[in-house]
């Protein structure tokens, strides 16, 4: 198993305004996920982010409203840039267990709610 | 492209009673399937997994694909197991391995 932290675990937001979410791992793993989780709806993936990399972005997120660092094994950050209203979601950062099994295993989430 | 649906967004049933989540999913490819559940004010974590074959807390799920499904079964409900339940469907992108989740149902269990 993995033991996943993110910062902040919530935070209220102004519009225009930029946040960034860190995500710590207790292990070294290759790959590690972003997911969205908006009000009553399921994950959404937004991007996957390899060490030493670009991040892949999935269909409907752009580097430039979601960057992503991924500066050693065992961090990294998401930033929301620009807040609207819209982005007030759960942000989760995943992992992958070891062997390939498919498994992921979760952070807490960062609730953010942008005013 | 993959999809996972699950059609009930809540499922409220009395203690003891028998559950089914309903999960169906379409990929082209060989599904993995998932699935995960959340209880309240704790993180997202893996049920159990169809390759498995296995039997956590004492719920099952067996995978379909005749009828692309993969519901959750469990004979006698207990109170806590009210959570929230995502099914899960692993598939490859050009990045490498991913998840894609289905929309969750809440699962109500009465006393």
């Known amino acids: 198993s993995a033991v996943i932290s993110q910062k902040p675990s919530r935070d209220i937001c102004q519009r225009g305004t930029s946040l960034t979410i860190q995500c710590q791992v207790d292990s070294q793993v290759t790959m590690m996920f972003w997911y969205r989780q908006q009000p009553g709806q399921s994950l959404t993936l937004i991007a996957t982010a390899n060490q030493g990399s670009e991040a892949t972005y999935e269909s409907g997120f752009v580097i430039d409203k979601f960057p992503i660092s991924r500066p050693n094994l065992t961090f990294s950050t998401l930033t929301v840039s620009n807040m609207s209203p819209e982005d007030s979601s759960i942000y989760l950062c995943?992992?992958?267990?070891?062997?390939?099994?498919?498994?992921?295993?979760f952070g807490e989430g960062s609730r953010l709610t942008v005013l | 492209a993959q999809r996972v649906t699950q059609p009930e967004k809540l499922l409220s049933v009395f203690k003891g009673a028998p559950v089914e989540l309903k999960c169906n999913y379409s990929?082209?490819?060989?599904?993995?399937l998932f699935w995960y559940v959340q209880y309240s004010r704790q993180r997202l974590q893996l049920l159990l997994r169809?390759?498995s074959r296995e039997s956590i807390k004492g719920f099952t799920a067996d995978l379909n694909k005749g009828e692309t499904s993969f519901h959750l079964k469990k004979p006698f409900a207990q109170e806590e197991d009210s959570a929230m339940y995502y099914c899960?469907?692993?598939?490859?992108?050009?990045?490498?391995?991913?998840?894609?989740f289905g929309g969750g149902t809440r699962l109500m269990v009465k006393p």
């Open positions: 899960a469907l692993s598939a490859y992108n050009n990045a490498g391995n991913m998840l894609t």
């Open positions: 995943s992992v992958q267990g070891r062997g390939n099994t498919g498994e992921l295993f």
């Open positions: 169809h390759i």
């Open positions: 990929y082209s490819g060989s599904p993995e």
